[in-house]
């Protein structure tokens, strides 16, 4: 049936969009629950480091190899496995300092600050990769930035210090991973898939090394496990499948969609956490929300430029890489 692609495309187009805005608000409702919670509280470094085993093992079982190409990819091409112990350490320092921000913040306020990340993105991209912005995309990265801070300036107690502070690097170090692990891509080629067995194994072993870092003493006393119960997994995937998830939307959808997906995320998050841990959001807080909303969709529009070779490039306000929500 001539007609059977397109449908199933549209399908996979939307149906993966769904499952991003709830794994997207999910994800960060449900890390804010299992640090919140009475009782005993899992290490997050431990967490870190099984969800970049779990990711690097799907996009293992994703190429359809066996153990040989795993080796052939970190051994036999080491000079790549180094360059990418780049972004597997900032990558492992961001994703614990998610769990600072989110354990020290609202849900909705993280949420809504963690988009920040596409301001880093885009400045990292002019700098690193000469991405050219249309004056749309640098009018709608001015909005987000006044709506952050408008977020921030209404949450600027000493109480959430540490949780905006933590949202702060996190974004900083998204944005910088992201466009030079674009960058390495661009580089070198190779599948993407292959390159992120490649980062998962060094992510893995980056992550073990921090984890005894920062908390290894607690780690030997307590176990690896302690704390860990079905929350706490369903978190750790939760955030791997993440990575997955965005290689499908940015396979299947465009930049308009995600960015509309992203706003209903925030726009979730927000009413769950008035519902789920009793947040109550007042004026400040939702004009600043609202100019990020329009921000993200705004620079979510993609332009057709010319490049300094004449070839017709797209300006896109996500970088392709394979790595979870940051």
């Known amino acids: 049936c001539p007609h059977a692609v397109p449908a199933v495309s549209r399908r996979v187009k939307y149906g993966s969009l769904a499952v991003l805005v709830l794994q997207n608000a999910s994800l960060v409702l449900s890390i804010r629950y299992v640090r919140t919670r009475p009782g005993e ?111 921030q300036a209404e949450q600027a107690r000493a109480v959430y210090a540490v949780g905006l502070a933590a949202v702060a690097a996190s974004c900083l170090s998204s944005g910088f991973a992201g466009v030079y692990f674009e960058r390495l891509l661009k580089r070198s080629g190779g599948s993407i898939w292959l390159r992120n067995v490649q980062l998962g194994a060094v992510g893995t072993a980056v992550g073990l090394g921090a984890m005894l870092a920062a908390e290894g003493p607690a780690v030997a006393a307590l176990g690896f496990f302690y704390g860990y119960n079905g929350a706490v997994w369903a978190v750790v995937v939760n955030q791997a499948a993440g990575g997955l998830l965005v ?80």
């Not at 431990?46 to 970190?74: I, P, Y």
């Not at 925030?266 to 947040?279: E, N, P, R």
Request: net charge positive; proline share 3%; with cysteine.
């Open 41 to 151: 509280r899992f290490l997050p470094s431990t967490a870190v480091v099984m969800a970049e085993a779990m990711k690097g093992t799907a996009c293992l079982l994703l190429v359809r190899q066996t153990a040989v190409t795993l080796h052939e990819a970190v051994v036999g091409q080491f000079g790549d496995t180094l360059r990418l112990a780049v972004p597997s350490l900032i990558y492992t320092l961001q994703n614990n300092l998610q769990y600072v921000a989110i354990s020290n913040l609202p849900a909705a306020t993280f949420q809504v600050t963690y988009q920040l990340k596409i301001l880093t993105t885009a400045l990292f991209s002019v700098l690193l990769l000469g991405t050219a912005l249309s004056r749309l995309q640098w009018l709608s990265l001015a909005l987000l930035f006044a709506g952050v801070a408008l977020v």
């Open 247 to 326: 290689a499908v939307v940015v396979r299947y959808a465009d930049n308009i969609l995600k960015g509309f997906a992203t706003a209903l995320s925030i726009l979730a998050s927000t009413a769950a956490s008035a519902h789920l841990f009793g947040f109550r959001p007042r004026a400040p807080f939702l004009a600043g929300t609202a100019m990020v909303l329009a921000a993200v969709v705004l620079y979510g529009r993609p332009r057709v430029g010319v490049t300094g070779e004449g070839s017709q490039v797209k300006v896109t306000g996500e970088r392709t890489h394979v790595r979870g929500h940051r």
